[in-house]
């Protein structure tokens, strides 16, 4: 392996991001001196273009990132500059809401609480967060966050009929998304393999995350890590992960600078 050309994938909700204050201090130092020694952080979440934007802002990131539960890649031309702004890899929310009425019955749609659809109010409790940043989680170009009100039988049923028509329902911490057959993991492979062709160069891939649509990017990568987020899940993926012990931030600090370390023994062997 080639150490001189990593990039970092990293989950934000409960990741990078702590998961009910959303502060990520704790992580600052580490991002800075990552990005000072030429590695790449690239947020792969379930959130918006414009909350993806706002957020690289705030982590002072270049704003490369993969939005939407894989739907979309933006600013892979700052990594190369004959690499287009933006790629998208889902269709559109119009097209996959027609499909979702066409194939879904009435009765188990209506257990389906689309969150668009909700009072601004029930937005702010479901999404946690404060009034202001409503507009921004809501501005979606390819999925539907909903709460789901039937049991697990029905719930089964919804996912079985969705992955029958080409949907996919995906969980990230606090709603489930309807979207396109997309994923983190594939987004990623996307992104490494256009990147890789124009630049020539092979990638070493950390990845970060704590949910379940983080795991076949962690599955996708050479360093999986996950970040505690309530009971601990022991999984198992290609390549041997680092667990952390705390949440985020802590906890995204913590397998980081484990990852790192393990490089850097690999790369003084
Ligand atoms: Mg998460």
């Known amino acids: 392996m080639n150490f001189d050309n990593i990039l970092l994938f990293t ?4 990741s990078l991001l702590n998961k009910k204050t959303f502060d990520f201090n704790a992580a600052s130092y580490l991002i800075k001196d990552c990005i000072s020694k030429g590695i790449n952080i690239i947020p792969n979440s379930s959130k918006t273009d414009l909350e993806l934007n706002e957020i690289c802002e705030d982590l002072d990131i270049p704003k490369i990132y993969i939005s939407e539960n894989g739907s979309c890649i933006k600013g892979l031309n700052f990594l190369s500059n004959s690499l287009n702004k933006e790629i998208i890899l889902s269709r559109s929310k119009e097209i ?41 989680a809501l501005n979606r170009k390819f999925s539907f966050p909903f709460i789901f009100e039937g049991n697990e039988d029905q719930e089964v049923q919804l996912k079985t009929i969705i992955k029958k028509n080409g949907l996919k ?31 020539k160069k092979n990638y070493v891939l950390i990845c ?62």
Do not use: H
């Open 169 to 199: 329902i995906q969980f990230g911490g606090r709603v489930l998304n309807l979207g396109d057959e997309v994923s983190k993991g594939n987004a990623m492979k996307k992104f490494v393999s256009l990147l890789s062709k124009q630049t």
């Open 208 to 269: 970060v995350g704590d949910n379940e649509n983080d795991f076949d990017m962690l599955d996708k990568c050479d360093f999986p890590c996950l970040v505690k987020n309530g009971p601990i899940k022991k999984m198992n993926f290609k390549n041997q992960c680092i667990f952390s012990t705390q949440e985020a931030p802590y906890g995204w600090v913590e397998v980081v600078n484990e990852t790192l370390n393990k490089i850097e023994e690999i790369k003084n062997k």
């Open 96 to 136: 996959i809401l027609k499909n979702f009425i066409e194939n879904v019955d009435m009765n188990l749609r209506q257990k389906c609480l689309i969150l668009e659809n909700e009072p601004l109010q029930n937005q702010i409790e479901i999404l946690g967060l404060p009034k202001d940043k409503i507009p921004k």
């Open 11 to 14: 989950d934000l909700d409960g």
